[in-house]
């Protein structure tokens, strides 16, 4: 029986050095689609992705292109956009890494909706930027016009922010199983996942703007396919503690209750390695393994020597 892997992309891992052309981050999933093309003779393979640039990217669009005849679309349709977009790159550079190789390939993105609680505090405190820059005047008459929440962005201008709320639950998940036990590689839950919430009368499905956090959607998607490993694959071999210090010290192989101890004594920044350590610590807990390491090091880590490994017993 293979090992059944969730790997968690970052959006920026195909956006390097900020090239933001479609032909660029291409060739980027080319080298994903080597990777994963030699893994999948052992694993079961499940992709998440991160999609921060790309939907950045696509909000700008909308909101410079829109007019009265072509208004722009929400955020919860442009991380739909985004997942298409993301997931048409990395299923064709897999199918040809497959091709290469003379094999034929079974690749499927799955557009996901993921399932938030539409009572979340983060709904009541929107914290995560996204979409341009905008000037403080310009701000405020958008604020006024659409609703939206802006904030002041580092010193650089005032920027839309949304909530981000956590996931409990994928639309899609009995789908991405049975794709998986078809033995097709899949791409899901792409950019946190399309937030929805269920109506309390009839449990409908509505699309919510916000944005999921990546790393938290994949632990979810791995927790409910039964995935045996969760992999946050980043840009950095390890997870490190004192990062950027000389006490710099790389995590090898750790429990989970290490690991939360690392975490309380504020070792990590939100936004960067906190919401990668909080997940593949989450999902070792639950007597699986959580991984954190880059591309190049992803074949030793699953094999158990490179890379943060995180158990729930060290």
């Known amino acids: 029986m293979k090992k059944r892997v969730v790997l968690a992309l970052g959006g920026n891992a195909l956006q390097k050095n900020g090239e933001a052309t479609a032909e660029a981050q291409k060739k980027i999933a080319v080298e994903v689609g080597e990777m994963v093309a030699e893994l999948s003779s052992r694993y079961e393979i ?9 939907v950045g990217n696509i909000l700008i669009h909308e909101e410079t292109g829109a007019t009265e005849k072509a208004p722009a679309m929400p955020l919860e349709t442009a991380v ?29 993105t799955v557009v996901s909706q993921v399932v938030v609680d539409k009572n979340d505090p983060a709904f009541k405190d929107p914290t995560k930027p ?20 802006v904030k002041e962005d580092a010193g650089r201008g005032y920027r839309r922010v949304v909530a ?16 998986v036990e078809d033995g097709a590689i899949v791409i899901a839950a792409g950019g946190g996942g399309i937030p929805v919430y269920r109506t309390k ?7 919510v703007d916000a944005v999921i956090d990546k790393d938290f959607a994949a632990e979810k998607l791995a927790e409910l396919v039964k ?20 006490e710099q010290k790389a995590l090898e192989k750790i429990s989970a209750k290490e690991a939360e101890g690392y975490i309380k004594e504020g070792y990590f920044k939100a936004g960067s390695m906190l919401p990668k350590m909080e997940a593949a610590t989450a999902f070792a807990k639950k007597n699986r393994i959580g991984i954190i390491t880059d591309i190049e090091n992803l074949e030793e880590a699953l094999a158990g020597k490179a890379g943060t490994i995180i158990l729930k017993k060290a």
């Open 164 to 179: 981000s709320p956590k996931p409990v639950d994928i639309v899609e998940k009995k789908s991405i199983v049975n794709l």
């Open 201 to 207: 009368v009839l449990r409908r499905i509505k699309g």
């Open 46 to 54: 499940i992709i998440a992705h991160g999609n921060g640039p790309q």
């Open 80 to 108: 739909a956009m985004s997942q298409g977009q993301i997931g048409y790159w990395l299923s064709q550079a897999i199918s040809n890494a497959f091709i290469r190789r003379g094999k034929t390939p079974k690749v499927v």
């Open 130 to 149: 996204i979409g341009q820059f905008y000037s403080e005047k310009e701000a405020l008459a958008l604020s006024r016009e659409k609703g939206w929440v």
């Open 227 to 246: 995935a045996d490993i969760f992999v946050s694959v980043t840009a950095v071999p390890n997870a490190y503690i004192l990062y950027g210090t000389p």
